[in-house]
């Protein structure tokens, strides 16, 4: 088994006008996560595929 980091550039906003302070972050790229052959996924939690692509090629048989 292989893994490759997967990485993106998250750019923050913060702007305050006194009395609320908001956040807001940018993602500048999508994700794409792909496998020739077979792909496995493990989490210990919950996976988001929010905006991102995950692809397996193989031939389904």
């Not at 893994?3 to 790229?29: A, I, L, M």
Request: positive net charge.
């Amino acid at each position: 088994m292989s893994s490759k980091p997967v990485q993106r550039t998250v750019t923050r906003h913060k702007s305050s006008n006194g009395y609320r302070t908001e956040r807001t972050y940018f993602v500048d790229n999508a994700a794409r996560i792909e496998a020739a052959n077979s792909l496995s996924l493990q989490s210990g939690r919950d996976v988001n595929s929010i905006g991102s692509l995950i692809i397996c090629l193989a031939e389904k048989r």
